[in-house]
């Protein structure tokens, strides 16, 4: 069983190490056939009792969970998550199944729901890839083609066209350059003013030198690089690109900058609609389930800076029933 468990944490991104925002944490003295006996009791009890599943599930880290997947599997004869997606009911349903993957499964099953079908979505293409580590990436590509057959990157490519498909193809191939301790102060300058002339071009601005930029370079780099953008250009980054940008990658383009400067002010702004009720549930949904072992304690922050209500009772006010009880509980608390 322990070796079974260290493979499902090099599995799950880090395993069991404790993120600083996160709400949901490994459960102390934690023992996965009891927990599998007890979700089969949850299961086989008449009317299912979804309480204690939430219960169980919301207060296990990922880690945590795939041993008791594999737990259930050997007490049950039958996989956790095909039982699951049985016996309960939507929106809950979305939320457990979501909780019960990997990381890398998660985000590589969310990106296959974005470009199947008709239409892109592409506010969650740019979430996922804009947000996600190098690491993350590589292991998400790695399941994705495991999972479909087919690579992410064609997947993406078939799906998208023009500068927008560049961008998402730079960001999935998760080569940003890794954080480094020495400061490159003349690469700091070069790219800030790079960037400057890219917008300066009389034939509209040069995308590829932006896009190669803001998908290669590291994050605290590229923090530096705003800051010297301002020293030749009287307008900020996120200004030059909202002003001099063509519609189809301005948004995107955007979004980027905001998750490099700060990504729980990114999600934050992404969970914001919900004060008025205009937060697509899909999206709540896959916000709590990927950051909650994160940063979702300090999205929780940014959002009540940014719109001076908690997100805890946002989710009282426009959730019910169980779904509201799950995604509480996720949510870890109020502010």
Request: hydrophobic share 35%; glycine share 4%.
């Amino acid at each position: 069983m322990a070796k079974i468990r260290d493979l499902l944490a090099e599995v799950c991104l880090g395993g069991d190490e404790i993120s600083a925002g996160a709400t949901v944490k490994p459960f102390p003295n934690f023992v996965a056939d009891s927990d599998a006996a007890v979700l089969l009791r949850a299961i086989e009890t008449k009317g299912i009792d979804e309480h204690t599943i939430i219960d169980v599930l919301t207060s296990r880290s990922n880690a945590q969970r795939q041993d008791i997947a594999f737990a259930f599997e050997r007490l049950g004869k039958k996989k956790l998550e095909d039982v699951l997606n049985s016996v309960l009911k939507e929106p809950l349903k979305a939320v457990i199944l979501g909780l019960l993957k990997t990381p890398a499964k998660y985000d590589a099953t969310e990106m296959k729901k974005a470009v199947k079908g008709m239409g892109t979505n592409e506010a969650t293409l740019i979430e996922i890839l804009c947000s996600r580590s190098n690491r993350e990436i590589k292991e998400m590509n790695k399941v994705y083609e495991e999972l479909f057959k087919k690579s992410m990157l064609s997947d993406i490519k078939d799906d998208t066209s023009g500068d927008f498909s560049k961008l998402l193809c730079a960001l999935a191939k998760g080569n940003r350059s890794e954080p480094s301790n020495v400061e490159d102060y003349s690469l700091i300058d070069s790219d800030a003013q790079t960037l400057n002339e890219a917008v300066q071009q009389k034939k509209g601005m040069d995308t590829a030198k932006w896009i190669s930029i803001l998908t290669e370079r590291s994050v605290p780099h590229l923090k530096r690089v705003f800051q010297r953008y301002n020293s030749y250009s009287p307008k900020t980054v996120s200004e030059s690109i909202k002003e001099d940008l063509s519609k189809d990658l301005r948004c995107n383009l955007l979004a980027l900058v905001q998750c490099i400067q700060s990504t729980p002010e990114f999600f934050a702004d992404k969970l914001s609609p919900i004060t008025k009720g205009d937060l697509k549930r899909d999206v709540l949904t896959r916000i709590m389930v990927s950051r909650c072992e994160i940063d979702l304690l300090s999205i929780r922050k940014e959002f009540k800076k940014k719109t001076g209500k908690s997100l805890h009772q946002c989710i009282k006010a426009a959730t019910k029933d169980d779904y509201e009880r799950v995604l509480l509980a996720l949510c870890g608390g109020d502010d």
